[in-house]
């Protein structure tokens, strides 16, 4: 009997280490610490893959545990205030972890979509097989969620792993985003989708073109390539055809904004010096469109000489050197008839 017992103990213990050993793991794990991946904003997508970087795969390991701890996080900032509302569809890609030979496995993915770190409101995945290809999860429902400025929006995801042969350590996988096969992302009504553009530049002046750049800013981080932009430039005497204009192209700042820079073939427009109105408008899939116009002063440079400038005056300057040409024939006619009269 004691014999029979003692074997007893030794399987439990076989069976029960390994299991202990996995939650010892994750508990040393502090949530968010593996990977906190930023959100951008594509198409009424989120996705943590970034702006015109979409085709590099990234990782992040997911593991089981026997009490649920979120493997990592994805937040995105809002900037001002705005609304989540509607049907809402997560697809997340998983696969076996790198150099894991032994046997497929089922899963299942809790997430957890949390503002601040609280208010959590959580969605199950469809249990599938984990192979060494990505396989696609899948969790819908409706989401509804109000958020102020500086406000973030989190999703935490947390790996159920079921045991192969339903004996020994639930298997960790990996989480695959950042490519365009393999895009996890969730799909959910954001709005409103403010853009924001801060300033407009004239630079690069060289003896053909120059560029045009507007600084602008997106709370929700949408992918500038998804943006719909248009330049006007124009002065009293002069209009831009957009067949001298090449453009827009995108880059992103280290501080969070975008710009959209143009270049302007000046030469082929035949364009003077002056005063130029500058108007760009921006628009996410045509809606929420935001404009901005100013006027600035563009020296042209010539031809020819040492590469300066010619400078052609503004409106203003154009009354201004009129009532002085005005002046100067009235000085000269009153000392002609002057100096005509002394003569008599």
Known sequence: MRSDRFILSIVVLILIIPALAQLAICQTS???????????????????????????????????????????????????????????????????????????????????????????????????????????????????QEFRSGDTFDVQLIWHGHSRNGIGPTPSGEFVFGNEKYDSNIQVPISPHPLSITKILVGGINAKNLTIKADFTDFLNADPSSMVCSLSISNFTHSLRASHVEGPSFSNGSDGSSSVTWTWDYKKDKAPSGVYNITIDISYNGTNRTSMGEDLQIDIPQDRGTGGYISYPTRQGYVFLTAIIAIVADLSIISFFYKRNKRK
Not at 75 to 102: A, H, P, R
């Open 30 to 144: 502090t949530p968010g610490s593996e990977a906190d991946v930023k959100l951008y904003y594509r198409n009424s997508i989120l996705t943590p893959a970034r702006p015109m970087n979409n085709s590099t795969e990234q990782t992040v390991t997911l593991r089981s545990a026997m009490i649920e701890i979120p493997s990592d996080k994805r937040s995105l900032m809002m900037n001002q205030n705005s609304t989540m509302d509607g049907e809402i569809m997560i697809s997340l890609w998983v696969k076996k972890l790198e150099g894991d030979t032994k046997g497929d496995f089922n899963a299942t993915i809790k997430i957890n979509l949390l503002c601040n770190n609280g208010n959590r409101q959580s969605y199950y995945t469809n249990n599938q097989v984990v192979t060494k290809t990505p396989v696609l999860f899948i969790a819908k429902g409706t989401y509804h």
